[in-house]
Nanobody
Framework: QVQLVESGGGLVQPGGSLRLSCVAS????????MGWYRQAPGNQRELVATITSSGNTNYADSVKGRFTISRDNAKNTVSLQMNSLKPEDTAVYYC???????????????WGKGTLVTVSS
């Protein structure tokens, strides 16, 4: 019904930047919240940033001032601009969307397969 596809991951040196993008497609009526989560080896998945349909944002304390989340409601996309990257940012980053599927009165969470971000010198 709904698919999320991430892109933009890769290898970057500490202090560098990357921009992640996610495109939602399928039987979408509308999307409430969208966000990015990450999971490092040996750790649980954690929230990085979220953004509502009206543009309200929420960030993990560890990324505030460095990461910026944005979305394009018309294109059903969400992006994460990551600056001043640190080795501890290394993780698989997952796109998340709370989607109102066509013909449904309830929204559901959908997840992408993830994109790997490695911060290392």
């Amino acid at each position: 019904q709904v698919q999320l596809v991430e892109s933009g991951g890769g290898l970057v040196q500490p202090g560098g930047s990357l921009r992640l993008s996610c495109v939602a497609s399928g039987s979408i009526f509308s999307i409430n919240s969208m966000g990015w989560y990450r999971q490092a080896p040996g750790n649980q998945r954690e929230l990085v940033a979220t953004i509502t349909s009206s543009g309200n944002t929420n960030y993990a304390d560890s990324v505030k001032g460095r990461f910026t989340i944005s979305r394009d409601n018309a294109k059903n996309t969400v992006s994460l601009q990551m600056n001043s990257l640190k080795p501890e940012d290394t993780a698989v980053y997952y796109c998340n969307a709370d989607v109102f599927v066509a013909r449904s009165l309830m929204s559901m969470d959908y997840w992408g397969k993830g994109t790997l971000v490695t911060v290392s010198s």
